[in-house]
């Protein structure tokens, strides 16, 4: 398992290395040849002008297997005083049978004295958990996906914006075999329906909403899900969420990120689990849980970029600790490439490693944080 884990990582760290090495060929072709390339850069251009964005999407790890997919989007600017918006459509497909689709978008508007988050999702996930809980067993799990999101703010100060939230998911969790089906009964992981309604208050001082150099961030919002809007189950959760970021250097920022969840009743599906890269959500649950990251980023070239990061995440409450085998850590490294130079908009590929067997592979659209 450990030779095989070590095969693996090897792989995504070759894959990171070749990403980094065309991206410097690349760079020296664009320097030395001519016409050609004179074209390749006005497509490129044009492509950075326009108001579509077009993005692949790669994810590997023990949990999902590798998947692939596409995200599509629109890029508006509804004001010259509001943050470009982004409306678009993903769907991945991984080589253990999943496949999800998802739509969505983030609007600012009225002179970003308003905000819209909204998002809709769905699919079937095929899980294989290597070290279930902590508990050494493998369980392997079908899930089906359905979910709906949406968040209005207003801002009621400079930088200070209250709204609220609403939430609805249904999806079912199902053992593929015998063993699995009694491990994921007895650890409480069962499928339910949930709908909630909450308030989110939020604190934005960025320069920039998808590659921010300075300022900061700050979320505090609760869902109470209730068994009269609809749900299987009544209970609460509670999330903080701080980000800030530092420019260190002409080409250098630092990122900090600093998260916590809380939940009161909530079924064991629906607790706190560890959310950094290099690790599956849902394979480690806690009432819980409280998480650090640090991303220090660094420009190489105009629109290509390189960082390093770590963090840890702790599992406590019912009797657990911020401590041994509570505490998950994380590192990693990574490129980026700003594929819309005037929004600031970036692709990104991450390598990340946790503990035991736990890592992950991801090209995505942004930044973690």
Known sequence: MMEDT????????????????LVAHAQEQGQHESQPQEEDKGAMAQHARSPWLLVPLVSSGPKLGTSVGAMGAYIHRFDEASPPSLIGVQAKYSNTGSSTVGAGGKLYFNEDRDRVVVGMAGGKATNDYLDFLGTGLEVHDDEQIRGY????QHRVMPHLYLGVQAVRSNYGVDGVDVLSDQILDEAGITGVDAAGLGIALSY?????????SSGAYAQLYNVAFRESLGGDVSYDVYNADWRWYVRTGENNVVALHASARWTHDAPASREATVQMRGYTRGQYLGKNSLAFEAENRYMFRPQWGGKVFAGATCLYGDGKSCSGDNLYPMAGLGAFYIIKP????????DYAKGSGDNHGFYIRFGHSF
């Open 6 to 21: 070590q095969r693996k990582a090897s792989r995504c760290l070759a894959a990171l290395a070749a990403s980094i090495c």
């Open 342 to 349: 005037k929004e600031n908009m970036l692709v990104s590929v």
């Open 149 to 152: 999101f949406l968040r209005y």
């Open 204 to 212: 934005d001082s960025r320069d920039n909403q998808h590659n921010p």
